[in-house]
């Protein structure tokens, strides 16, 4: 819920070396201090992957490469019998994470096959949709909020890390925060190490729930990013005897976990956003008003990757929380600086996408999101005015296997996850079905509760 300080200037990641010609993986590294590097991919349902390459070896991984068997990675659209995936280094995200290990690195990879970039992987998807972007002369910055709860598991039973974080209104409780403290100001310092720019940490609506945030960047290197943070946020909260939990809705009574999108569009003259004549007082431009009603338009379609699992809809599909309100949209709309929204205009420079979730892949989320923007920019569609929110017309699915029907059915959206290569779309669609009616077909303690003794 911290409010997003998008009007500052696109960064870049400063471990990097400034030089006039792009640095090679091997020079970043050796300047760093590096001694080992994680070769990082992450597959379509957002598993991160790795290989652990000494830096003795960075010179092999920068010109060949890092094979992995896909099929045992999970969720790439290979069979066992098929052709290694290459993980190929973007040198451009090299991130030094010495605060995990000391020597220790992360680069970003782009899974290809047989010499060519793999259609199924999450990143390569991302470029395409951003190729399109700059088709039209425009490029796509991206900031995000990243929800999580600090948990244990006693017994059996999913628990709060901090025990004495019981108040009936958490959100904003100096308390609790400081008892996190040495955590939250860990991961703080690791990302402003990173020059990621964090500028707000805080305690989210639920007793175990924080954000935090860090200044938008181009799309591409802020889902690197978010996946770089989950993994921070993971380790360092172990460290602590406690885990990291992007689940969407780990409570039934605590609000869920979001991830909120700010997407912007830019061009050589700068934001393509703000119109100081807009006539409905936003302050958008009639591109920007084109981009609301493309995302609105597919926005049935699009939670099928903002939101991708069982568990997202018991997030979406809440009424109540113990503290009054679920913060997740129901209906696609959009509206001001107004959270009820799916799409919320905080300022005449972004809108934020309130309808993703912890469990979303970065990537396709920015993926899909900038395909439907783009489709109302290229036909010039218009949102009309502000909506309520209450229309049944505009009510978002409300279960994982509605959102796969919904997703099916949108040529934009298969077309954007099919943009390197045919058959992504069908093979992820077919995996979520599989995924649905994998916990539909278990039995659940409601159902016992409910049907044991009532016939």
């Known amino acids: 819920m911290a409010v997003d300080t998008s009007e500052a200037a696109p960064i870049t990641e400063t471990s990097l070396p400034a030089e006039t010609s792009s640095p090679t993986l091997s020079e970043v590294a050796h300047a760093s201090g590096t001694t080992f590097i994680l070769a990082l991919f992450v597959t379509l349902s957002g598993k991160p992957c790795a290989k652990l390459v000494p830096i003795q070896a960075v010179k092999q991984l920068e010109d060949d490469g890092v094979g992995f068997a896909g099929y045992a990675a999970g969720h790439m659209g290979q069979e066992p019998k098929d052709s290694d995936l290459v993980a190929i ?246 509206g001001g600086n107004d959270r009820t929204h799916y799409l919320r205009v905080p300022d005449k420079n972004r809108v934020e996408l309130r309808g993703g979730d912890g469990s979303a892949n970065p990537y396709l989320a920015a993926a899909g999101a900038i395909a439907a923007g783009l489709d109302g920019v290229r036909r010039g569609l218009h949102p009309g005015k502000p909506g309520s929110g209450d229309s049944p017309s505009e009510m978002l699915p409300m279960t994982l296997l509605h959102a796969m029907d919904a997703l099916e059915k949108d040529s934009v959206l298969t077309e954007a996850l099919d943009a390197a290569g045919p058959g992504v779309a069908e093979y992820f669609a077919k995996t979520k079905r599989e995924e649905f009616f994998e916990w539909h077909n278990t039995v659940s303690s409601w159902e016992i509760d409910h049907y044991l003794t009532a016939f």
């Not at 060519?116 to 002369?137: D, F, S, T």
């Not at 609105?296 to 568990?311: D, F, R």
Request: glycine letters at 8%.
């Open 89 to 334: 280094a973007d040198v451009a995200s090299f991130t030094p994470i010495p605060f995990v290990k000391p020597g220790l690195a992360i680069v970003h990879c782009d899974p290809h096959v047989e010499g060519k970039p793999w259609p199924y992987a999450p990143r390569v998807i991302l470029k395409e949709q951003l190729r399109k972007a700059a088709e039209l002369g425009m490029s796509v910055n991206v900031g995000a909020e990243i929800e999580y709860f600090l948990v244990n598991r006693v017994d059996g039973e999913l628990v709060t890390a901090d025990r004495g974080d019981t108040s009936a209104n958490p959100c904003y409780d100096a308390r609790d925060v400081t008892r996190m403290y040495d955590h939250l100001t860990e991961i703080s310092e690791a990302m402003n190490t990173l020059g990621w720019g964090n500028y707000a940490n805080d305690h989210e609506d639920g007793n175990g729930q924080f954000e935090q945030n860090f200044d938008y960047a181009d799309a591409m290197t802020t889902a690197d990013r978010v996946i770089t943070l989950r993994y921070l946020l993971s380790v360092i909260a172990e460290k602590r005897g406690m885990q990291a939990t992007f689940m969407p809705k780990p409570f039934t009574t605590r609000t869920g976990t979001g991830l909120h999108m700010h997407l912007s569009l830019w061009n050589d003259a700068g934001a393509v956003f703000p119109d100081a004549d807009d006539q409905q007082g936003l302050g958008l431009s009639p591109t920007a008003y084109a981009f609301v009603a493309g995302i609105l338009e597919h926005a049935c379609a699009l939670q099928g990757l903002i939101a991708p699992t069982v568990n997202s809809y018991k997030r979406t599909g809440a009424t109540a929380t113990a503290s009054g309100a679920t913060w997740s949209p129901r209906y696609a709309t959009y």
